[in-house]
């Protein structure tokens, strides 16, 4: 049982260090104009989708009904289409300050949904180590923040801001409502189901952008960033995320969201472009400490144990 917990935390860990690293490699792609944003989550989701099913014809063949290939659509939905498509399009809306720091509400609203759906207790520890990987998390952001140079209206900051929380709330509900349906198929039957519907529901809004993306503009360096992001960051970080949805209660799993502005700043620090200080120490050390916290934590087994004896 603690070797299946510590394979959850690695795996959630490489999993939010690779969408950390993918941050600022989207955005050296997104700045050379060959693509937009929406033509990135299509080819992120495409090249998920060819990925998982070539890996399924190398594992043994499942029958999946058609009652959880329905909750699979679903499941698609929440983890891929809402989150990702809501957060882009929201990012377009509102500033880059705004959407970093909503995202940090997404361990929250797993302890929220958690409690209401799998009754798990909202203890003390949650509520401070929520709170502490939060605050590390906004002094990573705030201090990397630059001036928003971006013109927008406030009505369509609004509606950004909203967007962007929508897809937190979209994360969080599909690691707290499957994380006991992922343990019924392997890992590349529910990932080469869920990709596949996510590109079917992507393409009718991505297809124009598809057309008229310059590819032929497109760097050896842009076209690297954009296969690690397709592979790294997209076809392990989400095998990843299963194997540590299977192992993790739901609050501890949301919790390591707040590694990837860590990640970010160390990319960032590499490349030159921001500086290491005592702040970021700090935040390491808050963000860590909090995911301590919530994981020692009593979960709803160890309260019924304790009843029992």
């Not at 501890?252 to 707040?258: D, I, P, S």
Request: with cysteine; glycine share 8%.
């Amino acid at each position: 049982m603690e070797w299946q917990k510590w394979k959850g935390h690695g795996a959630m860990f490489c999993a939010n260090a690779m969408w950390g690293v993918m941050s600022p490699l989207a955005k050296l792609v997104m700045l050379g104009g060959a693509v937009t944003p929406l033509v990135v989550t299509d080819l992120r989701i495409f090249g998920a989708m060819i990925l998982f099913w070539i890996a399924s014809f190398f594992r043994k063949p499942e029958h999946v009904g058609y009652k959880d290939l329905a909750k699979l659509f679903v499941a698609s939905l929440l983890a891929i289409v809402f989150n990702q498509g809501c957060f882009i399009f929201g990012v377009g809306l509102t500033s880059p300050a705004d959407a970093s720091i909503i995202t940090t509400s997404m361990p929250l609203i797993a302890m929220v949904l958690a409690a209401i759906y799998l009754k798990e207790p909202i203890t003390g520890k949650k509520v401070l180590g929520i709170a502490l990987g939060a605050t590390g998390a906004l002094l990573l952001i705030m201090g990397s923040q630059h001036t928003d140079t971006a013109q927008k209206t406030g009505e369509h900051y609004i509606w950004g801001d909203l967007l962007v929380l929508l897809a937190q709330c979209s994360y969080a509900l599909y690691i707290v409502l499957f994380k006991d349906f992922v343990g019924k198929y392997s890992l590349f039957t529910i990932m080469k189901w869920m990709f596949t519907y996510a590109f079917i529901c992507a393409l009718p809004f991505s297809y124009h952008d598809l057309l008229n993306a310059s590819w032929d503009m497109l760097t050896c360096t842009e076209i690297a960033s954009l296969t690690f992001i397709v592979v790294g960051s997209t076809f392990f970080s989400y095998i990843f995320v299963v194997v540590g949805q299977k192992n993790l209660r739901p609050t501890v799993a949301g919790m390591y969201n707040y590694v990837q502005p860590i990640i970010a700043s160390i990319v960032a620090v590499c490349w030159g472009m921001d500086s290491f200080n005592w702040v970021k120490v700090l935040s390491v050390g808050l963000i860590f400490g909090g995911v301590y916290m919530v994981t020692i934590s009593r979960s709803r087994s160890d309260l019924s144990q304790k009843v029992k004896s």
